[in-house]
């Protein structure tokens, strides 16, 4: 386990030092959330546009994707494993990138970012990868948006990982939560006259 670790601090030491200084604001600017909010509003109208009045079964289902991976990583894992994040950690920090200060929370695995975001990407591809298959895209997206979390030192390449690895669980239950409630309904509807 110490042998991982290190790798682990090597790997994160290594990729957080191919920064160069024009990309330093644009990873801190796209690490936020709220810059994405086009992209979550493209995917609600698609949602909207598929399922009509039906759309709330699908919002459940990422709500809860997303309710789950953020309960697993920030309300379970992290204060558990109490795990300093890299920028928090004293034998790191002077030799890590920061950018502006920013340093994140106190504890780092596992990575929120990476949880919610492949959440996101694998509810979105299962629920659309016959009739859309650009949203195969939503991956990168995940990744880059997992990858501004070691350029900017708060995350371990594992906590990213581990992050991403959850993500992926939860949106594949999220979406089978929202299938058993579309067909649940669907034999509801068929019953009834």
């Known amino acids: 386990m110490d042998?991982?670790?290190e790798w682990d601090k090597d790997l994160l030491l290594y990729l957080n030092s191919l920064h160069v200084p024009w990309l330093d604001p644009v990873m801190l600017f796209l690490t936020k959330t709220f810059i994405w909010l086009p992209l979550y509003i493209l995917l609600l109208f698609l949602v909207?546009?598929?399922?009509k009045k039906d759309s709330w079964m699908i919002l459940l289902g990422i709500s809860f994707t997303i309710l789950l991976?953020?309960?697993?990583?920030?309300?379970?894992?992290?204060?558990?494993?109490?795990?300093?994040?890299?920028?928090?950690?004293?034998?790191?920090?002077?030799?890590?990138?920061?950018?502006?200060?920013?340093?994140?929370?106190?504890?780092g695995f596992a990575s929120s970012h990476a949880a919610n975001t492949f959440g996101t990407a694998s509810f979105f591809w299962l629920l659309f990868r016959h009739t859309k298959k650009w949203i195969i895209w939503l991956?990168?997206?995940?990744?880059?948006?997992?990858?501004?979390?070691?350029?900017?030192?708060?995350?371990?390449p594992s906590d990213?990982?581990?992050?991403?690895?959850?993500?992926?669980?939860c949106g594949w239950v999220g979406f089978k939560l929202s299938l058993a409630v579309r067909r649940a309904l669907e034999r509801r509807r068929e019953i009834q006259p």
């Not at 909207?48 to 399922?51: G, S």
């Not at 991976?69 to 920061?98: C, V, W």
């Not at 997206?141 to 501004?148: G, S, V």
């Not at 990213?160 to 669980?169: E, P």
């Open 48 to 51: 909207i546009r598929e399922y």
């Open 69 to 107: 991976t953020d309960q697993i990583t920030s309300g379970f894992m992290k204060p558990y494993f109490a795990r300093l994040r890299p920028s928090q950690e004293p034998e790191l920090r002077n030799l890590l990138h920061l950018v502006n200060g920013y340093m994140g929370g106190k504890f």
């Open 160 to 169: 990213v990982i581990v992050g991403g690895l959850i993500g992926v669980v």
């Open 139 to 156: 991956f990168l997206w995940a990744a880059l948006m997992t990858y501004t979390r070691i350029y900017l030192g708060v995350h371990y």
């Open 3 to 5: 042998q991982l670790l």
